[in-house]
């Protein structure tokens, strides 16, 4: 699968961006997907997946209760709804896809899209 993330850009402080990850391929509803983000110097860290169906989410603590994670799988798209930006989420975005296991390791994703730049400033 293909995958390719869009929406970054450039926000304030408490402000809001929603990024979306559009996949190719006819199998998009079999995989779990997942964002994570790397800042400059900074290894990738995980920010949320999404089940299969989009029943289940899991988000890292420090973007819980601000950040939301959907999925249209009539469209192969998934989206991260970022609320409440902070500069410290300036981050270049990426979504990934994965066959089999639902996690927040980047060795668990098999497929990944090409990042798209968010940043929040102060």
């Known amino acids: 699968v293909q995958l390719q993330a869009s929406g970054g850009g450039l926000v304030q402080a408490g402000g809001s961006l929603r990024l979306s990850c559009a996949a190719s391929g006819r199998t998009f509803s079999r995989y779990v997907m997942g964002w994570f983000r790397q800042a400059p110097g900074k290894e990738r860290e995980f920010v949320g997946a999404?089940?299969?169906?989009?029943?289940?989410?899991d988000y890292a603590p420090s973007v819980k209760g601000r950040f939301t994670i959907s999925r249209d799988n009539a469209e192969n798209t998934v989206y991260l709804q970022m609320n409440s930006l902070k500069p410290e989420d300036t981050a270049v975005y990426y979504c990934?896809?994965?066959?089999?296991?639902?996690?927040?390791?980047?060795?668990?994703?098999?497929?990944w899209g090409q990042g798209t730049q968010v940043t929040v400033s102060s």
């Open positions: 990934a896809a994965s066959k089999g296991s639902w996690g927040a390791y980047v060795s668990q994703y098999d497929y």
């Open positions: 999404v089940s299969w169906s989009g029943g289940s989410t």
